[in-house]
Nanobody, 116 residues
Framework: VQLQASGGGFVQAGGSLRLSCAAS????????MAWYRQAPGKQRELVAQ???????NYAAFVKGRFTISRDNGKNTVYLQMNSLKPEDTAVYYC???????????WGQGTQVTVSS
């Protein structure tokens, strides 16, 4: 599985961005996809996840502000980020869990910077 993330950038607090993650390769083996983020000096943390049955899961710190969705025809997962805060500044990574053992695949990170 290969993942190509895009859509990061610089935005003022209160603004919006949409991240995209296009999957290719063994698409049929993917069980779920997710977005993680990692801020400088901090551990990588789960932001949002969407399963093959379209069930979603969000970190408490983004509930009501971020929405994860997917377009199966385009093999793409999106993260719509609204009401962005400076503390949302981080490198955002796309993740796919695939196969029987849930092997993790990662895309390259995309930088999101929110100014106050």
């Amino acid at each position: 599985v290969q993942l190509q993330a895009s859509g990061g950038g610089f935005v003022q607090a209160g603004g919006s961005l949409r991240l995209s993650c296009a999957a290719s390769g063994s698409i049929s083996s993917i069980n779920s996809m997710a977005w993680y983020r990692q801020a400088p000096g901090k551990q990588r943390e789960l932001v949002a996840q969407i399963t093959n049955t379209a069930s979603t899961n969000y970190a408490a710190f983004v509930k009501g502000r971020f929405t994860i969705s997917r377009d199966n025809g385009k093999n793409t997962v999106y993260l719509q980020m609204n009401s962005l805060k400076p503390e949302d500044t981080a490198v955002y990574y796309c993740n796919a869990a695939a196969g029987i053992n849930g092997w993790n695949y990662w895309g390259q990170g995309t930088q999101v910077t929110v100014s106050s």
